[in-house]
């Protein structure tokens, strides 16, 4: 801040640090027969009709989205002799004084935990009704769809940081996107690929998919790591930036938050609107029953209690 001439009102290292995000690839396929998808919607006649269906109704194709096929743990869709390796690799990375001695260190301890937690999802598997991704050749004529991973609990860790003293400049983001300790990210990733190619090529699903476009079944572990670092996006779900965690784990905000998804100090496994949604209630229930005297700073108020431990 002092770069950009603003003076600091409390020091607090951890404000725009520990930026965490769901990611995301997508494996499509050709169906077989008629369907209608979300493709059609390119015809300007079937949108219209869509249209009045859900002016009328709320009914039709816009009254959906995607649907979330799945949330599991890392034991169902990796192999256990390969997920022992790689949370051994996971657990050598961690052990470096860049993770040990970090303030971030009770977050890897808790992360670390649930991979061997059943209850607790690693992977999201969406069924989006068109074909997401744009590079393989496909039959236009035909219709297709997409089943896209998204990994709950990424291991790494970016930031978000002013670039200038202007509020109107885009910030400097770091995003450390697949930077992670022992590969891990990359590596469940290859294994959701895999997994989705299963469900592609099982049971219903399975009989009604003529092909799968890309990536593809016969790719070898390092071709789906090329195609993973080509294709891997943002699921727009930001956290973390601001964390609801004691002063002594980089926290930022106390337990009266007045922020936003920001004070998420560890993802959740889910899609965060309902999570956001509770949050902004009691955050208007903080500020309806604040009494600030007007002469005491909001840094004094908001910050440097730091009293929340994680759960």
């Avoid at 290292?13 to 690839?25: A, C, R, T």
């Avoid at 890392?74 to 790689?86: H, S």
């Avoid at 090329?226 to 930022?252: E, F």
Wanted: include cysteine.
């Amino acid at each position: 801040m002092e770069k950009f001439n603003i003076a600091p009102v409390l020091e607090l290292p951890g404000v725009g640090e520990n930026f965490q995000d769901h990611i995301s690839v997508s494996v499509g396929a050709e169906l077989s027969g008629q369907h209608i998808t979300a493709e059609n919607m390119q015809d300007p006649t079937f949108a219209e009709e869509q249209l009045l269906l859900y002016r009328e109704s709320k009914s039709g194709m816009l009254s959906s989205t995607p649907s979330t096929f799945v949330f599991i743990p890392a034991a169902d869709f990796i192999p256990a002799d390969v997920l022992q390796g790689m949370i051994a690799a996971l657990d050598e990375a961690l052990s470096a004084p860049l993770f040990k001695e970090s303030p971030w260190q009770s977050i890897y301890e808790m992360q670390r935990s649930w991979l061997k937690n059943n209850s607790v999802a690693q992977l999201e598997i969406v069924l989006f009704p068109a074909y997401e991704t744009s590079e393989a050749d496909h039959n236009e004529a035909s219709q297709h769809y997409s089943l896209m991973v998204f990994p709950q609990h990424c291991w790494n860790c970016g930031s978000v940081h002013l670039e200038s003293s202007s509020g109107l400049d885009p910030p400097a983001i770091d995003y450390q996107i697949l930077n992670s300790p022992g590969d891990f990210d990359l590596l469940l990733l290859v294994y959701a690929i895999r997994y989705a190619f299963k469900i592609m090529q099982t049971g219903s699903l399975g009989a009604e998919t003529s092909r799968i476009l890309e990536p593809l079944p016969t790719w070898t572990d390092d071709q789906l790591k090329d195609y993973v670092r080509k294709k891997v996006n943002s699921a727009w779900h930001p956290v973390g930036t601001a964390s609801m965690l004691p002063l002594s784990n980089n926290g930022v905000v106390d337990e009266n938050l007045k922020v936003d998804a920001s004070i998420i100090p560890v993802h959740v496994g889910t899609h965060p609107q309902a999570t956001l949604y509770g949050i902004a209630h009691r955050a208007a229930q903080i500020i309806e029953a604040s009494d600030v005297p007007e002469n005491k700073s909001a840094g004094e108020e908001d910050h440097g209690k730091g009293c929340c431990d994680i759960a």
